[in-house]
Antibody
Framework: QVQLVESGGGVVQPGRSLRLSCAAS????????LHWVRQPPGKGLECVAV????????HYADSVKGRFIISRDNSKNTLYLQMNSLRVEDTAVYYC???????????????WGRGTLVTVSS | EIVLTQSPATLSLSPGERATLSCRAS??????LAWYQQKPGQAPRLLIY???NRAPGIPARFSGSGSGTDFTLTISSLEPEDFALYYC?????????FGQGTRLEIK
């Protein structure tokens, strides 16, 4: 079955960097767009970034544009999120999510990891 | 950015009753709307995609309807495990956005 396992979260000071990883299994990784979705403690959901199945394009929320970079390694079945210049308001559980649809028809989140908590605090 | 407004914020019902949750978009999203269920400490679960299609493994008591700007999630007869937080989400345009959620609680 589909498995997504995030790692790399932790406590970091404002202005520092962190790299999240998401190891995937149970499906043909290179056929699906992948997403990072975050949820601040006790709050709602925000789609942070998406990367296409072949990494030919990506999109970012305005709140992270220019600071975060989404990438993928289809040979390792792994998704990444490089987070730079972190702010207190980036504190959240970060989920990786696989799309419901294959290839370029994307935007519904069928499979989710358990999430990794990122806390930005001095 | 497309804003999704869910109503009511909280819905108090008893097991066996029918639940009707609403989601309104600030502009048309065609049928590109999904519904998710989230329980405490868990990731969201996809219930409905593209307005009216149940995701694999989702019980038939969950149904979705609507198009354009007005959408509804209906749970025909509430089971104890259905009391949770529900979000709508649009994929019509980037950024993908979620509603603020409706909390379905036991009366």
């Amino acid at each position: 079955q589909v498995q997504l396992v995030e790692s790399g979260g932790g406590v970091v000071q404002p202005g520092r960097s962190l790299r999240l990883s998401c190891a995937a299994s149970g499906f043909t990784f290179s056929n699906y767009a992948l997403h990072w979705v975050r949820q601040p403690p006790g709050k709602g959901l925000e789609c942070v970034a998406v990367i296409s199945f072949d990494a030919s394009y990506d999109h970012y929320a305005d709140s992270v544009k220019g600071r975060f970079i989404i990438s993928r390694d289809n040979s390792k079945n792994t998704l990444y999120l490089q987070m730079n210049s972190l702010r207190v308001e980036d504190t959240a559980v970060y989920y990786c999510a696989r799309d419901f649809f294959e290839r370029d028809n994307w935007g519904s989140f069928e499979s989710w990891g358990r999430g990794t908590l990122v806390t930005v605090s001095s | 950015e497309i804003v999704l407004t869910q109503s009511p914020a909280t819905l108090s019902l008893s097991p066996g009753e029918r639940a009707t949750l609403s989601c309104r978009a600030s502009q048309s999203v065609s049928n590109y709307l999904a519904w998710y269920q989230q329980k405490p400490g868990q990731a969201p679960r996809l219930l409905i995609y593209d307005a009216s299609n149940r995701a694999p493994g989702i019980p038939a008591r969950f149904s979705g309807s609507g198009s354009g700007t007005d959408f509804t999630l209906t749970i025909s007869s509430l089971e104890p495990e259905d009391f949770a937080l529900y979000y709508c989400q649009q994929r019509s345009d980037w950024p993908i956005t979620f509603g603020q959620g409706t909390r379905l609680e036991i009366k």
